[in-house]
């Protein structure tokens, strides 16, 4: 212990410099891995985590009945709590186009038996003030207004709630002025886009019912339901709640299938954040283990004179490791306090709209393990290097490259056959240079940058082409509701498909069914007067029998059903078998996601339904045709034939999933950044070692005759063949790898898989590989040339 003591009490004044160094580039390197790796499984609880003690709701109940009797539904044996709220809006005056006010909460358990939130700030709203609102997490960061502040609210006047009215135009009802009292956070009134909610007090309902639901009472209340019991529970409230209303086929949602969309956008941007974290590490472990590796061969030869002395090898390599051990311990110090400064920016993307605790955060379980890690791995590479640095046998002959061998068979000029050497022969004791970490490296940097550059641009496609997740139209025309439609709609879609830029008009009607004992499945049935609608699918074809359906991907996975399998579906009418000839994608609405869901022929949709939620038109145009003109003139032919305003026309919005997804876009670039910056350091790291330990090779050379250019040749040469290996394996490898992550994301978002082909990083991998490596090469190649030849032979 003493002569530890005292070794180390000489190296630390001596080497300082090196150290502290080295002791900054652990920290960078821990504090960025632990902190990915940490806000990972942050980012992967968030959900479950916000779910704890906040009484979250199991089933989401969608009668639409004017005058629904929710006391019934309260005094179910199976109910712990309902919460109400109306299918109805309200504006909000504020400049700012995000926020918005939505489904007015119209019973006092809300936030309070159900749905009780987590407080970021302030207090929930009194149940019995209309002057009093909550807003969620979003708002204060968009508006920066938070508790204390005031917000104005308009109500529509009862006449707009009855008959409808232009969104551009807005509510029209009293406005109220009221305070922020609160800002909140639970699983259903939460943003997964991230978009600001006011929510308003039940006691507004309560004094103006009439604005809510028209005069008379035409609009509908729908509720959240807490089970006894939980998700276990909604079988037989189904069945109970067909009993005591006698209307066998209410739309349920099940939370826990929204639950599981969440999460699984959640574990795949965890998944993310691991592969940064994985990236992360493979950079230090070459960056800092080079320095490593370096300073404990440099300690090595100094230990020389002590050897001789009689030191035995273990102690020397015990010594030789006491430097990088100090350094080890202040940079995982540094490093797990960086881990927990940045974890205030932690989780990331959808996870940090449902995270319940924001702000700083210390992972015991991440952070303690991985400080002592960093400082393990540092310390046994520094004893590792040193103890085979004093069990190298100079004496054993070196590897010989087949590469070089073949380079000098073909008579290749000498620099050339040296640089191919250099690159890919490690050679022997005081020579020796990090050729494979050099290889290595340059084939993972080229492979990361084209696999996230792939993958960047599979996401990139499915953004900009909305057929990727079904959406082949671009207008919705609504014709009717709750089985009452426009008299004149077939004349309506008759003349929307005689537009000379409409390519293509699919009529809709969609009712709820029921398949098994808690699944509610919205079904399409389909009609064309001409040409309908493209139709996305994954396999199978469309239904053209009444007993056939076509079911969205995640439907089919609920009911494990595939194509030519046969699924039960329970309507108003009947119990019915279809048979399945297709999985792919529907419309998405208010009741459904675009992979959720199914489609039937209108024949087949008749046999099951005697009514409807929701009568449409689907319209495809012409990809070069002006949307907004054709919106108009389509408007101009409906107003014709079925009256002024009474067909109103919306455009598709882009699901939640596809957004929730493009919020990790910058992850895979930072990825290919950290991995083209390993691949650089290591690279760079061979050609500054090769230019120190094989010196004296080109004084040789030099002395011979070579030419400083011819010099300058042998590290360009070097510096050319890394890069040339790594664009050989990285090339097809990152491609594939790439399009194989991008396969794996498009089946489980799902989306329609489309091979995505990074071209522009596919055409300039290599030509920009070729320039960085021949720019590294530029300080190598000067030292050589400044070689003096015989300062270094009568060194050697």
Not at 121 to 131: T, Y
Not at 191 to 197: F, Q, R, T
Not at 251 to 275: K, T
Not at 525 to 540: F, K, M, N, S
């Amino acid at each position: 212990m003493t002569l530890r003591w005292v070794w180390l009490r000489l190296e630390l004044p001596r080497r300082w410099r090196s150290l502290a160094v080295l002791a900054l580039l652990i920290a960078f390197a821990t504090g960025t891995v632990l902190a990915a790796v940490a806000g990972a499984r942050r980012g992967a609880s968030a959900y479950d985590r916000l779910q704890v003690g906040t009484l979250p709701a199991d089933v989401v109940v969608l009668p639409n009945q004017p005058g629904f009797d929710w006391d019934r539904i309260r005094a179910m044996p199976e109910v712990a709590a309902v919460s109400t709220f109306a299918v109805s809006g309200f504006g909000i005056k504020t400049d700012n186009p995000l926020v918005y006010g939505d489904f007015p909460p119209a019973s006092d358990e809300v936030l309070r038996t159900i749905e009780r939130p987590v407080l970021l700030a302030g207090r929930v709203f009194d149940p019995a003030r209309v002057d009093e609102v909550v807003v969620s997490a979003a708002y204060p960061e968009v508006t920066g207004q938070g508790v204390g502040s005031r917000v104005t609210f308009r109500l529509p006047t009862p006449e707009q709630s009855a008959t409808g009215y232009d969104p551009t135009m807005g509510p029209l009802g009293p406005s109220i002025e009221a305070t922020i009292v609160g800002v909140i956070r639970s699983p259903w009134y939460s943003e997964p886009v991230g978009n600001p909610i006011v929510m308003i007090s039940p006691a507004v309902f309560a004094k103006y019912r009439d604005n809510f639901l028209g005069t008379p009472n035409v609009g509908y209340v729908n509720a959240l339901v807490r089970l006894n019991g939980g998700a276990a529970t909604i079988p037989a409230f189904k069945t109970n709640l067909a009993k005591v209303t006698g209307i066998p086929n209410i739309d349920v949602w099940r939370r826990s299938d929204a639950i599981a969309d969440y999460n699984q956008v959640l574990r795949f941007e965890a998944a993310a954040l691991l592969a940064f974290a994985l990236a992360a590490l493979a950079a230090a472990i070459v960056l800092v283990g080079q320095t490593v590796a370096r300073y404990a061969t440099a300690t090595v030869a100094e230990l020389d004179t002590l050897r001789a002395l009689g030191l035995p090898r273990r102690q020397a390599a015990v010594l030789a490791a006491l430097g990088p051990l100090v350094a080890a311990i202040a940079g995982a110090v540094g490093g797990v306090a960086f881990a927990i400064a940045v974890s205030a920016w932690m989780p990331i993307g959808s996870a940090s709209q449902f995270e319940p605790g924001p702000g700083l955060d210390v992972d015991a379980l991440v952070l303690l393990p991985g400080g002592l890690a960093a400082v393990a791995l540092v310390t046994a590479a520094a004893a590792a290097n040193a103890w085979f640095a004093l069990r190298r046998d100079p004496a054993r002959p070196a590897h010989r490259s087949m590469v070089a061998a073949a380079a000098a068979r073909l008579g290749l000029p000498v620099p050339v056959l040296v640089g191919a050497r250099f690159a890919l022969e490690r050679g022997r004791g005081a020579t020796a240079v990090p050729v494979r970490p050099a290889l290595l490296g340059a084939v993972t940097g080229v492979l990361g940058v084209l696999a996230a550059f792939t993958f960047s641009s599979g996401l990139a496609d499915a953004a900009a082409n909305p057929s990727r997740h079904g959406e082949t139209y671009e207008s919705l025309a609504f014709l009717g509701m709750n089985g009452e439609s426009n008299p004149a709609s077939d004349a309506a879609v008759a003349a929307m498909a005689a537009d000379p830029d409409v390519t293509g008009v699919t009529e809709a009607k969609v009712g709820v069914a029921q398949a098994g004992t808690d699944i509610s499945v919205t079904l399409y049935g389909y009609r064309t007067p001409a040409t309908g609608i493209e139709q996305i699918l994954v396999d199978g074809r469309v239904p053209r029998a009444p007993d056939e359906t076509l079911l969205a991907v995640t439907t089919a996975r609920r009911l494990d059903a595939h194509v030519g399998s046969k699924v039960a579906l329970d309507g108003p009418l009947a119990r019915l078998e279809y048979r399945v000839t297709g999985i792919g994608f529907v419309p998405a609405g208010s009741h459904n996601e675009y992979d959720d869901g199914g489609v039937l022929t209108w024949d087949g949709y008749a046999r099951l339904f005697d009514s409807y939620k929701y009568h449409l038109a689907l319209i495809a145009f012409d990809p070069g045709a002006a949307e907004d003109t054709v919106v108009a003139r389509l408007r101009t032919a409906a107003d014709a034939v079925a009256g002024a305003g009474t067909v109103p026309f919306d455009a598709p919005m882009p699901p939640v999933k596809l957004n929730q997804l493009q919020d990790i876009w910058p992850l895979p670039l930072a990825l290919a950044a950290f991995l083209a910056l390993l691949a650089v350091g290591a690279v760079g790291h061979a050609l500054g070692i090769a230019v120190r330990r094989r010196r004296q090779e080109v004084a040789v050379l030099r002395a011979l005759g070579m030419t400083r250019p011819q010099a300058r040749v042998i590290v360009v040469s070097q510096a050319t063949l890394l890069a040339l290996t790594g664009l050989l394996f990285g090339v097809p490898l990152g491609f594939a790898l790439g399009r194989m992550v991008w396969r794996v994301v498009a089946d489980d978002m799902p989306l329609f898989y489309q091979p995505p082909l990074a071209l522009l990083a596919l055409l300039l991998v290599g030509p920009v590989a070729l320039v960085l490596a021949n720019l590294l090469a530029t300080w190598p190649g000067r030292l050589y040339t400044r070689l003096r030849p015989a300062q270094v032979l009568r060194t050697e």
